[in-house]
């Protein structure tokens, strides 16, 4: 089913879901699986497979001389995706990118959703490589996520990229889009932002979630900027407790978000980070009654492939 369907069917009480990333390469998707266990008893409608682009690595040779490799450290989102599928009966987001991706690579990966009955998909941009600074698209790939909403839209309406295909069937793909309350760090501007954000919606995009955030108050006032701008679907928080110290300074340079001084404050002066677990949680509690008490339609947690704390939160919310 699709995600606006389940929002819908749940006539306004907020529903709880969940990003997994997949395994690093070699290891069992038993790991997976022990982490979502738990997870189900709070009957999440979907939960998310983050898609992990292809790094660029260098070994040293012999004669000194550097040899690029090239790696995909955690493959697998596709048939995770069907793993839970066929085992939990949940829909299954996978992500899907422009980076690393040319069109034909896309319609492939689109149509082997479809094949396998995933109705969801998101869609991003996702992050340069992390050996350049700039993102580069493929050859004949898309530059930004607008574009390739279009592609997954043109796909829904049965336009595939060779236009002398015939009796070509039409997919079905409810597409979500990536929000930013702080701004995507690219972007020169919040406004700006939330213009080419309205660009997805125009192309097809019928839901948003945001990137995480720790002021409720940024969800607020991104929330009302959205809607001024005419962007009407649903826009549901994306939260992560903070789980290790190191993660203060950590955060905020990986995702360009900013912490609250008072968690701040609170994470300082904790003795280990069994103490900073707790912290995370309480805090990521106080900031989901919030958010449902202002009647989002869902809250999805950012897992990072460990549940103990996420099932922690839901134990107190859902
Ligand atoms: P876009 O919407 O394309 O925006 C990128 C930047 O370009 C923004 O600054 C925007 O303002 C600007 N822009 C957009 N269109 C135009 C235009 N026409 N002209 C000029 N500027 C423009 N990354 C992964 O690698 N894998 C994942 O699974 C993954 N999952 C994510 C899930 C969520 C909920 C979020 C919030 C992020 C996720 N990311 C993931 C990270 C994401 O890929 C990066 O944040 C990426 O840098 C931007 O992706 P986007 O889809 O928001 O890009």
Known sequence: ?????????????????????????????????????????????FIDVTYHREEYTYKELENGLLKKQVVKKRPGTVGICAAIQNKYQVDAIPHILCGGFSKEDTENFLI????????????????????????????????YASELVNQIQNLNQGKYLDEELQNSSNTNFCIGVAGYPEKHMEAPSIDSDIHFLKKKIKNGATYIVTQMFFDNEKFFQFVDKCRKEGITVPIIPGLKPLATKK??????????VDLPDDLIMSVVKCKDNKEVRQIGVEWCVNQSKELIKRGVPLVHYYSMGKSDNIYEIAKQIF
């Open 1 to 45: 089913m699709k995600v606006t369907e389940h929002i819908k069917n749940a006539n306004g009480k907020t529903l709880f879901s969940f990003e997994i990333l997949p395994p690093l390469k070699g290891q069992h998707i038993d790991s997976i699986f022990n982490n979502i266990d738990p997870l189900m008893e709070f009957k999440p409608p």
């Open 112 to 143: 082997d959703l479809d094949f396998l009955d995933i109705d969801n998909v998101m869609a991003l941009r996702g992050d340069a490589v992390s050996s350049e600074t700039y993102f580069r698209p493929e050859k004949d790939g898309h530059h």
């Open 247 to 256: 993660q203060l300074n950590l955060i905020p340079h990986r995702f360009k």
